[in-house]
Nanobody, 128 residues
């Protein structure tokens, strides 16, 4: 089982940067797809960026490509989301989610229902 704890949210002006962290504890960090989702009020939860922990391969939503970078520290079993050039539309609760997969497969990475483990979320607010 994995436990996920997010941190690093806050309030920032448009154009600024924030780094979110997701610490994964417990068994099963390897062979896991870890994804950052976000959900704004009144909107559906959307996938932002994902990483397959065994290979480090990543995926990004078009809305954040070239602005956000997902990375991992395998020794600390931590997945970070470095967000730059933030926009007011990036305002949302950001969640870390994980699902086990014995091989690299991003077919489900945008499907929130596929993930078994979720963190409690961290709020990001971008002001104009």
């Amino acid at each position: 089982q994995l436990q996920l704890v997010e941190s690093g949210g806050g309030s920032v002006q448009a154009g600024g940067s924030l780094r979110l962290s997701c610490v994964a504890s417990g068994r099963g960090y390897r062979h896991t797809l870890i994804t950052w989702f976000r959900q704004a009020p009144g909107k559906e939860r959307e996938g932002v960026a994902a990483i397959y922990t065994t290979t480090g391969t990543t995926r990004y939503a078009d809305s954040v490509k070239d602005r956000f970078v997902i990375s991992q520290d395998t020794a600390k079993t931590t997945v970070d989301l470095h967000m730059t050039t933030l926009k007011p539309e990036d305002t949302a609760m950001y969640y870390c989610a994980a699902g086990s997969n014995p091989w690299e497969d991003f077919a489900h990475w945008l499907n929130a229902a596929w993930y078994y483990y979720w963190g409690q979320g961290t709020q990001v607010t971008v002001t104009s």
